[in-house]
């Protein structure tokens, strides 16, 4: 199985890309800049120049032809204005899923915001265009041929990562949790043989991950 990793150059792709490496996963990185291609080359990182903003659906589905998973951790993270938001976190992630259903992907991994319900839209302030824009997208991907996962990390942190992490539907309380154990949720996600639809939380907590996603998963 083959994985690209759409982000690659993100806060989560880094690590995740470092993870699969270490692992001897098969994956490319997927990366908006040339310069990012010959940086992950220098690091024995193949990758593939991939834009969701502007790569049509065609050419996505032609990029995404040799691949078995698709990860999406691109996004504004609402650090831009609406309309970059839209386009790269709606618009762009519809695409790929377009993409993917037309090139057969076997797994879709989604990596969203920690609430996307339309009932996050007024307590999300500054970034509900950032949370609409979310929401559409998972709920896009629910609704497509794709087999997938759609994982909703807490508040995201730069700190070392802890290894171990709370798993569930609803987290009412919220949380955090470093960007690094956020990739080691993905990457356990990637190794999973049999892929069945679903959408979590995932917070800092007391449980290894493998454990915290097996217990979820029953």
């Known amino acids: 199985m083959r994985t690209l990793v759409i982000g690659a150059n993100g806060g989560i792709g880094k690590h995740l ?3 699969l490496q270490a692992s001897g996963e098969d994956f490319v990185a997927g990366v908006r800049k040339s310069a990012q291609v010959e940086t992950f080359k220098s690091e ?4 593939l120049l991939i834009d969701v903003e502007a790569d049509d659906i065609a050419t996505l589905t ?4 040799d691949f078995d998973k698709i990860v999406f951790t691109v996004g504004s993270g609402g650090n831009t204005g609406a309309d970059k938001t839209i386009i790269v976190d709606l618009d762009g992630a519809i695409k790929t899923i377009k993409a993917s259903e037309a090139s057969d992907i076997k797994h879709y991994i989604m990596i969203s915001t920690f609430d996307s319900s339309r009932s996050a839209f007024d307590a999300s302030g500054d970034l509900k265009p950032y949370t609409i824009a979310k929401h559409y997208a998972d709920e896009y991907l629910k609704q497509s041929n794709v087999a997938h996962t759609i994982i ?10 802890t290894g171990k992490v709370e798993v569930a539907e609803k987290i009412e309380d919220g949380g ?9 949720v993905i990457q356990a996600e990637i190794s999973k043989e049999a892929v069945t639809n ?3 939380q995932v917070v800092s907590g007391d449980t290894p991950i493998y454990e915290a996603l097996a217990q979820f998963q029953k």
């Open 62 to 65: 032609n990029k995404f032809k």
């Open 44 to 47: 024995g990182i193949e990758s």
């Open 17 to 19: 890309v470092k993870q």
């Open 176 to 184: 955090v949790i470093p960007r690094q154990d956020v990739a080691t």
């Open 152 to 161: 909703h990390p807490g508040g995201l942190l730069d700190e070392q990562g």
């Open 198 to 200: 679903e959408s979590f």
